[in-house]
């Protein structure tokens, strides 16, 4: 397999740094005369700013191929992974083994096969955060393995995402209540806790309208997320590693939905990080900045946030919390150095600007007619009949790991099969069959052959 194919990297960029900064997803696939054939290899740029898709049904590799994405992060360069910050809102709480090596017999033998690579954790390159209730929810000595809290101040939020949270309009009695309080709270204190919010509601407010609004706050209270001064916000956001926010357990806890407002809160914060220091980032490449200048810069690194279930988070049709600052990520985040990558299974679900805008797509297997005809909104003028996404990915072979590849700045497409994880794999569909027995037929499977196209 002499041909290589690198994504996502300027024609430029590959004549200066060739491989440096790029990660190796897995082999290029081609079907002459009909007959699957090995013909290459294929790597990301994981660099530059992008916006990414990465589609398929149910049990495709889309999380697989997240994890491939984030092995790749922690793989990179010394000197050029202490540039990058990544933030995978882990939704489904499918990534914790990226810290453990491949135990997965078959996986590990087909690693071989993939520039001899072999199983490895990244312990020391993953940080996972979980929230303090959802921690409580496991017996004693059973909890999942974890390295920090997931908490933001009170004060992160604002009035207007608590609107949002609560479903209230800001004529409302309790919306106007909330903002006056908020705001007031804002205006008075550099921290504040709820014991100090409650303070302010029953100054602000009385009857039916403050037992509501103290309601809501208490049920937010009891989450245990947010507290006066506590924040992970550095944490999350530190250079050189992969920061894994275990969401699963919140989704639509109380009846809100939490998840899109700690995205939104991390979200609109690193907007603002990252365009402050992007002027000085220029200027510190065009030797303008003295050296402590410099050293903000390096503080201040590239971020890849990596969404599962991008739909719920950034939908076709409504608007959720996160929408507006996400949509700003897509359209903006370029020149200040924010790539948003968005996994879904179902692309028709997902906000049409995230699919336009998306310079690079890596779509599996799907078969219903809206997600294929969603696809055709990621449509470029390069692509010809019968050569495009809907064209392709229709036809394609329902098989783990297959996958086709497309990148608007080189105006490629190819087919290919994502490599093996190195690290475990923990997002596997759940069986009623005994261990053992699972074991055993794990060990007996051979690789699956995949048919030629015509075959039915």
């Known amino acids: 397999?002499?041909?290589?194919?690198?994504?996502?990297?300027?024609?430029?960029?590959?004549?200066?740094?060739?491989?440096?900064?790029?990660?190796?997803?897995?082999?290029?696939?081609?079907?002459?005369?009909?007959?699957?054939?090995?013909?290459?290899?294929?790597?990301?740029?994981?660099?530059?700013?992008?916006?990414?898709?990465?589609?398929?049904?149910?049990?495709?590799?889309?999380?697989y191929s997240l994890g491939v994405m984030a092995e790749n992060f922690a793989k990179l360069e010394p000197e050029v992974k202490e540039n990058i910050?990544?933030?995978?809102?882990?939704?489904?709480?499918v990534f914790h083994g990226l810290k453990t090596k491949n135990v997965n017999d078959y996986e590990v033998n087909r690693l071989k096969d993939f520039k001899g690579l072999s199983p490895?954790?990244?312990?020391?390159?993953?940080?996972?955060?979980?929230?303090?209730?959802?921690?409580?929810?496991?017996?004693?000595?059973?909890?999942?393995?974890?390295?920090?809290l997931l908490q933001f101040p009170l004060k992160e939020v604002g009035a207007n995402e608590w609107l949002s949270l609560f479903d209230l309009?800001?004529?409302?009695?309790?919306?106007?209540?909330?903002?006056?309080?908020?705001?007031?709270?804002?205006?008075k204190k550099e921290h504040y806790g709820f014991s100090e919010l409650y303070d302010e509601l029953d100054r602000q407010t009385e009857g039916k309208t403050r037992e509501s609004l103290k309601n809501f706050f208490e049920q937010m209270e009891s989450l245990k997320i947010f507290t006066r001064k506590s924040s992970s916000?550095?944490?999350?956001?530190?250079?050189?590693?992969?920061?894994?926010?275990?969401?699963?357990?919140?989704?639509?806890?109380?009846?809100?939905?939490?998840?899109?407002?700690?995205v939104s809160i991390i979200a609109e914060k690193l907007l603002k990080k990252r365009t402050l220091f992007s002027t000085l980032e220029m200027q510190a490449k065009a030797g303008m900045l003295d050296s402590d200048l410099k050293k903000k810069v390096t503080e201040n690194p590239v971020v890849y946030m990596v969404i599962d279930e991008g739909h719920l988070f950034l939908p076709k049709k409504g608007d959720t919390i996160s929408s507006e600052i996400l949509l700003d990520w897509v359209k903006l985040g370029r020149h200040p150095g924010l790539s948003l990558i968005l996994a879904t299974q179902e692309p028709g679900a997902l906000h049409e600007s995230a699919i336009r805008q998306s310079d690079m797509i890596l779509a599996h297997n799907l078969t219903a007619h809206d997600d294929i005809e969603a696809l055709g909104k990621a449509r470029q003028s390069y692509m010809k009949e019968g050569k495009d996404i809907q064209s392709i990915v229709s036809k394609m072979e329902f098989k783990r790991g297959l996958a086709v590849l497309f990148d608007d700045k080189t105006r490629k497409m190819e087919m290919c099969r994502i490599r093996?994880?190195?690290?475990?794999?923990?997002?596997?569909?759940?069986?009623?069959?005994?261990?053992?027995?699972?074991?055993?037929?794990?060990?007996?499977?051979k690789p699956p052959k995949i048919p030629s196209r015509g075959s039915s």
């Not at 309009?169 to 709270?185: Q, Y």
């Open 85 to 93: 910050s990544v933030v995978m809102i882990d939704t489904m709480s």
């Open 120 to 148: 490895k954790g990244f312990g020391k390159d993953i940080k996972t955060f979980m929230p303090k209730l959802a921690l409580e929810k496991y017996d004693k000595g059973e909890r999942p393995d974890y390295d920090h």
């Open 420 to 445: 093996p994880r190195m690290s475990l794999h923990t997002g596997m569909d759940a069986s009623a069959m005994p261990e053992e027995s699972r074991k055993e037929s794990f060990k007996k499977k």
């Open 233 to 262: 916000f550095d944490q999350i956001t530190s250079g050189g590693n992969i920061n894994i926010l275990d969401m699963s357990y919140l989704g639509r806890l109380k009846g809100y939905d939490v998840r899109n407002l700690l």
């Open 169 to 187: 309009d800001t004529t409302d009695p309790e919306g106007i209540a909330l903002m006056k309080t908020v705001r007031e709270m804002e205006k």
């Open 1 to 63: 397999m002499s041909r290589e194919e690198i994504f996502g990297r300027e024609e430029k960029l590959v004549e200066e740094e060739g491989k440096k900064g790029c990660g190796y997803m897995g082999k290029i696939v081609s079907y002459p005369g009909g007959k699957y054939e090995e013909v290459g290899s294929i790597y990301m740029d994981l660099t530059s700013p992008h916006c990414m898709l990465v589609l398929g049904k149910r049990g495709t590799g889309k999380s």
